[in-house]
């Protein structure tokens, strides 16, 4: 019996089944490999104390870095490749090369470092998941991360400047694309009818980018005009991440779940609520009971009264 496979990665939103483009890479190769994965979200319980994430555990190994979570799954004999060429194992290679050094960069400024997107969605998305005082710490430590790594790859002369690298990456990021689009054309995965790696490495960058809701949406928009590959996105999404076993969305549950606590604390404030009232009821002053006023009858009404009570 294979030993259990757990992913330690960030969840999802937006109808994706996470937003992190690496967690997003490792769990679209499991599924393309048939990988047993036990996947754990992280969440506002993580005890953990770096962003550095995703990371499969087995019982005698920890390995973190999608590559190497890749290659220690084909170790495994869950290999998405094999039927793969040799020249399609070349092309592989190359193109996620391209997209590590022409697409990921854009990324990394579309999340992290374009200052509308990061304070009003990527650092509330990542903070309501991680612990106090984490939430507070790690998004700028990831942001300030991200930023140090375009500035590494891309800040070389005679780009000094921020604005001119942000210029740069995201002219490359478009001509990325553009290739990719015209790589893929009309099949549904970019070497045939079987996904692959690659398939795993373009889903992952593209689909948060395609489907996260930014206020700054350059690169996003577009993305959107190459209509193949938000096809390509939404395809994978359809055949591999559409249910749970309970029949809702990743992004659904979530969605079930919020509106649950809602209703919890609307519920919780009605019921404190109603006790406060009632302390103020019991504490107030209390005055007696109001007697009806009594009609006194005439000695004829009476007896004319008595005499139908008696009467059957």
Known sequence: MAAPLELRCWGGGWGL?????????????????GAPLKVNVIDNTWRGSRGDVPVLTTE?????????????????????????????????????????????????????????????????WFA?????PLSLILPGR???????????TRGEPPLYHLRDVEAQIYRDAKECLNLL????????????????????????FLAPLYKVCFPKVQLQEHLKQLSNLCRFCDDILNSYFRLSLGGIS???????????????????????????????LRQ????????LPTLKLTPAEEGSNSSQRLSP
């Open 17 to 33: 089944p996470s937003v992190h483009s690496e967690s997003l890479v490792v769990m679209a190769y499991a599924k393309f490999s």
């Open 60 to 124: 005698d190994n920890i390995v973190s870095q999608p590559a190497k979570i890749l290659n220690f799954l084909r170790k495994q004999k869950y290999n998405a490749d094999y039927e793969l060429s040799a020249k399609q194992g070349a092309d592989t290679l190359a193109y996620i090369a391209l997209l590590e050094e022409k697409l990921l960069p854009a990324v990394l400024h579309t999340f992290w470092v374009e200052s509308d997107n990061y304070f009003t969605v990527t650092k509330p």
């Open 128 to 132: 309501s998941r991680m612990p106090f």
């Open 142 to 152: 990831m942001s300030k991360g991200a930023l140090n790594r375009i500035l590494l």
């Open 181 to 204: 689009s015209n790589r893929l054309g009309t099949s549904q995965f970019f070497f045939g009818d079987t996904p692959s790696t690659l398939d795993a490495y373009v889903f992952g």
């Open 250 to 280: 990743p992004a659904g549950q979530e969605t079930v779940d919020a509106n649950l606590q809602k209703l919890t604390q609307l519920v919780n404030k009605e019921s404190n609520l109603i006790e406060k009232m009632d302390d103020n």
């Open 284 to 291: 107030s002053p209390q005055l007696p009971p109001r007697k």
